[in-house]
C-alpha cells in the first residue's frame, strides 16, 4: 500500500462563536480551519470545524511533530 503525502499550499482559519442555539444557551467558541493542498499536482480544499480544547490538541499535535522533525534533521 502506497501512501500519499499532500503539500500543504494554503491555511485559512475563522474563529466564531455561537451565542444561542436550540441545543443550549451557553456561548460556545469554534475555529475553522481551511486548507489548500496540493494532490498529486491537484489542487484540493479541505475543510474543518474545532472547538477550541480540539484546536490546542491539535497545535500541540504539530509542535510535537514539529520538534519530532527537527530531531531527525
Do not use: C, P
Amino acid at each position: 500500500m502506497e501512501n500519499n503525502i499532500s503539500k500543504i499550499l494554503d491555511v485559512s482559519w475563522r474563529f466564531g462563536v455561537t451565542a444561542a442555539s436550540n441545543d443550549s444557551d451557553v456561548a460556545k467558541s469554534f475555529l475553522q480551519l481551511k486548507l489548500r493542498l496540493d494532490d498529486d499536482g491537484k489542487d484540493k480544499t479541505v475543510f474543518s470545524e474545532m472547538t477550541i480544547a480540539q484546536f490546542y490538541k491539535f497545535l500541540h499535535d504539530l509542535e510535537k511533530a514539529k520538534s519530532n522533525l527537527d530531531l531527525l534533521l
